[in-house]
């Protein structure tokens, strides 16, 4: 039996997984079960991807430990894996970077690279992009900013431990240049220009300025690099270089990475350059796809354009969603997610094309045959190009998703499925139905259908995997393993078909919109033209009177409600220096989660003031009487630092 073992990115745990994550491990997913249904030995791995300066900085604005904030996102409700659970997702097996594990193999695979010299001890200066951990130098940034996710960035200087992509630099390229390692193909002249052309230099691979990582064994007060733990997290999750398990010599290398387009560069340059310093094979495909956006906008809870697939599987269902996915976007190009879209989809192909074709097929068998079908049936006029659609439809769809087209896949399968429709409009069975005579011509009519579904619902189960069974069991559970669906005719001649409840109601398009928009986060709004009556002005004070009043950078660290005080929120807020209490009359504008990580600036020499029983130790800055609008400060303001 041949093996296939492919990934999905591992996930960094952040609260609102969207549908955006959602997009890719399903699309994995699919393919997982595609392979299985070929009768592959197939190893799915998915996981997530814990440590970084990101984690320990949420983490401590949460007031937890890091480890408390991964467990509760990875494992907790609505948690990385209530998502996959939710999606119907059949990874074979899940990692997290903080499994000890992986997090001794880690070690032990840094130090071989150090002591085979491909690591060396070295200082880094240049920028920094917090949100990407990733290093760039000031000729990579774009418009001075981050050129993955177009962030500001911050000045770095510190001693680290350094990787020699260089060294790997031709030899990564010819992999680039074979033209089968990285798709789709656009992928590759990006890679090669962007990266490779202008000169690949050695990697920063150690980190000093936080601690929640994977400690560097022999020197302390490093840590790993976050993005080379999570790298070899592929092989590491197979058993290398620990006793976990032992799928390593069976299943890597891997057949293939699937990944994000934002993060071809660390699959395509940095994981083969660094295996190759392992002396490790090399994986045999990284499938870069695009990404899903909103309006051409990359979805970010910060943009507040996330799309909660909570939501979405809540009124359509699993199925519908994942569906709707691989159905309406090409898998290798972006994708503007709409509402419309999606409905639109469901009621186009999901109710009129697959539902309408069960049900109304069931409908007849029951109808005319008490739910089964005579063995006495009769070939006739229009059979043959039905029989020659599905009996080809299997050899189109297969390689349509050998190369993971995977909308193309499902449009092969609804070609079918609407000849099939057609060949109820040509046949007629209504009328076929009205003369006792016509009955074997109209079984072998119905016959046909039941064959046509019970193909078309195998090659559709990667897909949809409930629906699939579901078609399946309603036409008696007949073969359905890779084999029979490249056949025609296997169907029993006698099969029944349960007549079942719709699979899809049609939605109504117009209504369904403006729940949704109800239910739906909403963007930010625009600001409105601002007009202002010009206030009555205040006497005029001198300098050192203004700077008498210390002000100074503050983050709020922890916030709560102030018991039996419906306006009041307390806030711990920390100087850099020092943290304090500070209690604020805002309740009614913000909840605590979102001052939780902000920057304000504080009235830090007030004198204490209690309030409803706290005692109050400075005061925040902020706008307005109703609503009140605190004043928040950019995350590059220092803490601690004086405003003025
Ligand atoms: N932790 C890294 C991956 C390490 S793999 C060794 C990471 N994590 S992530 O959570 O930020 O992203 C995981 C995957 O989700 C990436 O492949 C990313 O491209 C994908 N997506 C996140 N938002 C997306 C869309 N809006 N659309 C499509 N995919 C998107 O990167």
Request: proline share 5%.
């Amino acid at each position: 039996m041949s093996k296939f073992y492919i990934t999905t990115p591992i996930y960094y745990p952040s609260a609102g997984m969207h549908i955006g994550h959602t997009y890719c491990t399903v699309a994995t997913d699919a393919i997982a079960r595609y392979k299985r249904l070929q009768g592959c030995d197939v190893m799915f791995l998915t996981g997530t991807d814990e440590h970084g300066q990101k984690i320990e900085d949420k983490a401590k604005a949460a007031g937890v430990t890091p480890k408390e904030f991964v467990d509760r996102i990875v494992e907790g409700e609505r948690g990385v894996k209530d998502l996959w659970k939710l999606m119907n997702v059949s990874n074979d097996r899940f990692i997290r970077t903080t499994d000890d594990y992986h997090v001794a193999a880690i070690q032990k695979i840094f130090k071989k690279m150090y002591d085979k010299g491909d690591i060396y001890k070295g200082k880094y200066v240049g920028k920094y992009c917090k949100p990407c951990e990733s290093f760039w130098t000031e000729s990579q940034l774009v418009d001075g900013r981050c050129p993955d996710c177009g962030g500001p960035v911050y000045d770095a200087e510190e001693e680290a431990y350094f990787f020699r992509l260089s060294k790997y630099a031709s030899r990564v390229q010819a992999l680039l240049e074979t033209g089968t390692f990285l798709e789709p193909a656009s992928r590759v002249n990006e890679m090669i220009n962007n990266f490779i052309k202008p000169g690949l230099e050695d990697l920063c691979v150690s980190r000093t300025s936080f601690t929640w990582g994977v400690p560097v064994d022999f020197d302390p007060g490093h840590v790993v690099y976050v993005w080379v733990d999570a790298l070899f997290n592929y092989t590491t999750a197979l058993g290398f270089m620990n006793d976990r398990y032992n799928d390593y010599e069976k299943y890597w290398p891997a057949d293939v990475h699937i990944v994000g387009k934002e993060i071809v560069r660390f699959h395509s340059i940095i994981w083969p350059a660094m295996l190759m310093s392992m002396e490790l094979p090399l994986p045999k495909k990284v499938y870069g796809h695009g990404w899903l956006v909103f309006n051409g906008e990359k979805m970010s809870k910060s943009k507040g354009n996330v799309v909660d697939p909570y939501l979405l599987v809540d009124r359509y269902g699993v199925d519908a969603l994942r569906f709707f996915l691989l159905r309406e976007f090409s898998f290798g190009q972006d994708g503007n997610f709409s509402n419309e879209l999606l409905i639109s989809r469901i009621n186009s192909d999901l109710a009129n094309v697959l539902g309408n074709l069960v049900s109304r097929t069931a409908a007849m068998v029951g109808k005319y045959f008490d739910g089964k079908l005579p063995e006495n049936q009769e070939e006739g006029e229009f059979d043959g190009e039905l029989i020659d659609a599905a009996s080809a439809l299997r050899a189109a769809y297969e390689k349509e998703m050998d190369r993971f087209a995977l909308q193309n896949g499902l449009s092969e399968i609804f070609k079918v499925l609407n000849r099939a429709n057609k060949y109820i409009d040509e046949t007629a069975p209504w009328t076929l139905a009205k003369n006792e005579e016509n009955k074997p011509r109209l079984a072998r009519v119905l016959y046909n259908l039941a064959e046509t579904l019970r193909i078309c619902a195998g090659l559709l189960s990667p897909f949809m995997p409930g629906t699939g069974a579901e078609i399946l069991r309603r036409l008696g559970d007949p073969a359905s393993d890779w084999d029979s669906l490249g056949k025609w005719g296997l169907l029993p001649a006698d099969a029944s078909f349960e007549a079942g409840a719709p699979l899809f109601a049609r939605i109504d398009v117009e209504k369904e919109l403006a729940a949704l928009d109800a239910l739906l986060p909403k963007k930010p709004e625009e600001p409105k033209e601002e007009k202002t009556e010009r206030p009555e002005p205040l006497p005029k004070i001198d300098f050192d009177a203004f700077m008498s009043v210390e002000l100074r950078c503050a983050k709020v660290v922890a916030a709560e409600p102030v018991p039996k005080a419906k306006k009041l929120l307390k806030l711990t807020v920390d100087l850099g220096y020092e943290q304090r209490t500070v209690v604020s009359g805002i309740a009614k504008y913000y909840k605590p989660d979102d001052l939780v990580g902000k920057k304000l600036a504080l009235v830090s020499n007030l004198k204490p003031a209690v309030l409803c029983g706290v005692e109050s130790d400075g005061m925040i800055l902020a706008a307005g009487e109703d609503p009140i609008r605190v004043v928040f400060l950019d995350d590059a303001v220092p803490l601690g630092e004086r405003i003025r």
